[in-house]
């Protein structure tokens, strides 16, 4: 992404406090199943040794994306006062009689199943900067027009 990130302050305190986890006690939990797999002796074929190995790349992968994406993150702060939708508020919309409820986050910190969606997505982006009472159509993942009202906006 050529313009960095963009998190929350709650997103932004949620990598901080996973990338502290990941650099204390994962890493030394690794560490020392890596220390007792090695004393199995032959770590040719060694299974144990193999995949605490495995699951430490994995674990470095992380640390190094989080690393990454907090150095390169705008931290989106809600105007005071504002009416409008904008990342960090949280917009109820009516899709079709259905009540929706979306936070409005930035791309590293979405997450649909607990209703935050990115300002990158077809709704975030049609829902940033209308206001409560405002219509507002999006295509969907499925190519299929998603008309909604905002009925409430919470900042």
Do not use: C, W
Not at 17 to 23: F, G, I, T, V
Not at 117 to 136: C, F, H, T, Y
């Amino acid at each position: 992404m050529a313009d960095g990130y963009i998190l929350t302050l709650e997103g932004k305190k949620k990598l901080e406090d996973e990338l502290h986890y990941l650099e204390t006690e994962k890493r030394s939990e690794i560490g020392e199943r890596i220390k007792v797999a090695r004393e199995f002796g032959d770590i040719s074929e060694n299974s144990e040794y193999d995949d605490a190995k495995n699951e430490q790349g994995l674990m470095e992968a992380r640390v190094a994306e989080i690393t990454s994406i907090l150095g390169d993150a705008t931290i989106a702060e809600t105007p005071v006062g504002s009416d409008s939708v904008s990342i960090g508020t949280t917009a109820t919309v009516d899709m079709g009689g259905r009540e929706r409820v979306f936070k409005i986050v930035g791309a590293a910190e979405s997450d649909i199943a607990s209703g935050k969606i990115s300002n990158e997505s077809p709704v975030g982006a049609a829902l940033l900067g209308r206001k409560k009472g405002d219509k507002v159509e999006a295509i969907g993942p499925t190519g299929r027009k998603i008309t909604m009202k905002i009925t409430k906006i919470e900042h």
